[in-house]
């Protein structure tokens, strides 16, 4: 078989963003575009001659493609071994799962995760390190840097391989394992989380819907949930990998799970509702008539973690990213653990996890995970979900009043202005940090702001520092807002709004209600209406 080194030109545009790198499918479908990331990926880690590395995608639009293309080069670059899901599959919990069980360098994750796809939708890259989680800054910046100057890339001259057969084919130097995308990760669930009990739950009668919105959980989900904890067939829907997700925006939040929320809130509510999201990192968790915010389930979690059997030595400490709210901190301090507050994106985490510092971890965006990977984990967050439900023998519902009642709670919405155009919304964010000094001590309405500041995160464990991650406004009322910019978006800008408040008595009560004064007093802050055009946000979730 012969190896080609093809000549090529730098694109200036594959430099990766909160999750890799992310555009529409025109843009990777541009001759050499797929073939030019990659290779840079490969040309920073001069360790690959005879490793093993991973590959898997979500399934989307250009996944089988873009698989075979990866393969191909990863061959051409000495890989030893390559492992890849079947039909080109891995949910991005099951890659980081693989990559740490098979000892690989690292793994190239195909996903725009919850970003629509088709011909026209989204499609993504990322490089997974060693350790299973995604590549941190430093690695991200030399992979673009890379990219700006690469000349040539190498690649195997050999026919596309057979995803459906599992086992083993050569290609190249390299031999290609085709593995089951389920096995390990479904072996890996059942050292952490109490299976005979959640059998016995549904035994019982409890009675769940799990939407894996037409994306890669789908066949994760029915193992595990129908076929080895017993629940009814039908129990997973949307259970099956479409390559444009069957037209859904397979993101898990009350606005595009439209689905599971009206059988949630109407009459034939099952006891339990959750979906993931295009790659499976997500999850949403609904109880009857009650949505569980993501900020609040990584607290209700890390309260009751020790009832599952992978967490019953308790926790080491617990981080969430700055936008999420603060309702778990206040379960770290009072089981006295550390809490830390990290920048946007997963990749923060990863040396928090490493260095034995958290065990547990979760942002906003309904992404919630623990030390067992390097990801976020959607089927993960509902199993242990479903692990508290059976050990407390509460409905969900009681589970999460009962934490309110013990803790207070703190409500919460996030304000989402899709397409803004891109200077205005970065004329909002310099605008804003231009305010930032004369903030402090002035009011909005019922609201005084107590401090400001666009946040910095130093790292702990290697020192490194990461600034201007979202500015910051916090109230004496204990209350905040927080604005960032998208970095997963594709088209235009997109603003994040982030508004909280904490209430220790008032636990019942409408949730815009409770954040009125806050979105009024964000509006004021950044004037928002005036700078966008935009009179209301195009997502509250
Ligand atoms: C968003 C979320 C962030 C999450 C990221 C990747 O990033 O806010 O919390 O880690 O998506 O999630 P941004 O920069 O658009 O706000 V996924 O499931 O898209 O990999
Ligand atoms: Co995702």
Redesign the pocket.
């Known amino acids: 078989m012969t190896v080609l080194a093809v000549p090529t030109q730098p694109f200036p545009d594959q430099k990766p963003?909160?999750?890799?790198l992310?555009k529409k499918v025109p843009v990777f479908r541009q001759p050499a575009y797929v073939e030019n990331f990659v290779q840079a990926i490969f040309d920073t880690l001069p360790e690959r001659a005879g490793a093993t590395l991973v590959v898997g995608g979500d399934g989307r639009f250009l996944n089988r493609e873009v698989v075979q293309t990866t393969l191909k080069i990863a061959a051409a670059n000495g890989f030893a071994r390559i492992l890849v899901g079947q039909g080109g599959l891995l949910s991005?919990p099951a890659a980081s799962c693989v990559i740490r069980r098979s000892g690989a360098l690292g793994g190239v994750v195909l996903?725009?995760?919850?970003?629509p796809g088709g011909p026209e939708g989204d499609f993504g890259i990322?490089f997974n390190g060693r350790n299973g989680g995604p590549a941190p800054e430093p690695v991200t910046e030399a992979i673009y840097a890379r990219t700006r100057a690469i000349n040539a890339y190498r690649i195997v001259e050999a026919p596309d391989i057979d995803l459906e057969r599992l086992g083993d084919v050569a290609l190249g130097e390299a031999t290609v394992t085709v593995i089951d995308p389920v096995a390990d990760y479904a072996a890996l669930m059942e050292t952490l989380i109490d299976f005979p009990r959640i059998a016995a739950l549904f035994a019982a009668g409890f009675r769940m819907r799990f939407d894996a919105m037409s994306a890669v959980t789908g066949p994760y989900a029915r193992e595990i949930l129908e076929r080895r904890l017993g629940a009814p067939a039908g129990t997973v829907v949307n259970g099956v990998p479409l390559p444009d997700f069957g037209g859904h925006h397979p993101d898990p939040n009350p606005v595009h799970a439209h689905d599971l929320m009206a059988l949630m809130t109407g009459p034939d509510a099952p006891d339990f509702g959750a979906a993931s999201?295009?790659?499976g990192?997500?999850n949403m968790i609904v109880a009857p008539g009650l949505f569980v915010t993501p900020s609040d389930s990584l607290a209700i979690l890390a309260a009751h973690a020790h009832l599952a059997p992978g967490y019953a030595g308790g926790l080491a400490g617990i981080a969430r990213?700055m936008?999420t709210s603060r309702a778990a901190d206040r379960v770290a301090a009072s089981l006295g653990i550390p809490a830390y507050e990290t920048p946007?994106?997963?990749k923060f985490f990863g040396n928090l996890l490493d260095a034995g510092r958290i065990t547990l971890c979760g942002?906003?965006?309904?992404?919630t995970g623990s030390h067992h990977v390097r990801e976020?984990d959607g089927l993960w967050a509902v199993l242990l979900w479903l692990n508290l439900i059976a050990a407390t023998g509460k409905p969900a519902a009681q589970v999460v009043r009962d934490h309110w009642a013990a803790y207070g709670r703190d409500y919460y919405a996030r304000h989402d202005y899709e397409e803004v155009e891109n200077a205005a919304a970065e004329e909002l964010m310099a605008a804003l940090r231009g305010t930032l000094a004369a903030l402090p001590g002035r009011r909005f309405g019922d609201l005084t702001v107590e401090a400001a500041d666009d946040f910095a995160y130093a790292d702990p464990v290697d020192g490194s520092v990461t600034a201007r991650q979202g500015v910051r406004v916090l109230f004496r009322e204990d209350a905040r807002v927080v604005f960032?910019?998208?970095?997963?978006?594709t088209v235009g800008a997109?603003l994040?709004v982030y508004l909280e408040r904490y209430a220790r008595d008032r636990l019942d009560a409408p949730s815009t209600e409770m954040l009125a004064p806050v979105v009024a007093a964000a509006e004021a802050i950044a004037g928002i209406a005036a700078r966008t055009g935009r009179t209301g946000p195009s997502v509250v979730t």
């Open positions: 963003g909160t999750s890799g992310r991005t996903s725009a995760s919850h970003n990322k999201d295009g790659d990192d997500r990213s936008p946007t994106g997963w942002e906003e965006s309904a992404g976020k960032r910019l998208s970095g997963t978006g997109t994040r």
